[in-house]
Nanobody
């Protein structure tokens, strides 16, 4: 079973940077995806970014394009989310999620179908 552990959240001023880490283990399939989602108080959870094993393709929500970068270190089985130029509206609990074995619709809807979730890490951006 896939196990995901997030770290790196905290408090930062607007315009600052943070890097989140997701340590992942237990994948059964060779093809999988790991992504970051977030949920702000009173709002629905939304996809932030996803990276695909193998071809390394990446996807981003429009709200974070140009500011956030997702990457992976396969030797460490860790996925990172580098967040720059943070805004107060980025404040949320950030969750790492994974899809073990890619669905046929993955490349059309990469944020859908995650079947494993971490416990989350809080990111607070002060104005």
């Amino acid at each position: 079973e896939v196990h995901l552990v997030e770290s790196g959240g905290g408090l930062v001023q607007a315009g600052g940077s943070l890097r989140l880490s997701c340590a992942a283990s237990g994948f059964y399939f060779d093809d999988y995806a790991i992504g970051w989602f977030r949920q702000a108080p009173g709002k629905e959870r939304e996809g932030v970014s996803v990276i695909t094993s193998g071809d390394g393709s990446t996807y981003y929500a429009d709200s974070v394009k140009g500011r956030f970068t997702i990457s992976s270190d396969n030797a460490k089985n860790t996925v990172y989310l580098q967040m720059n130029s943070l805004k107060p509206e980025d404040t949320a609990v950030y969750y790492c999620a994974a899809q073990d074995g890619l669905r046929s619709s993955y490349y059309y809807r990469p944020f859908d179908g995650m079947n494993y979730w971490g416990k989350g890490t809080l990111v607070t951006v002060s104005s």
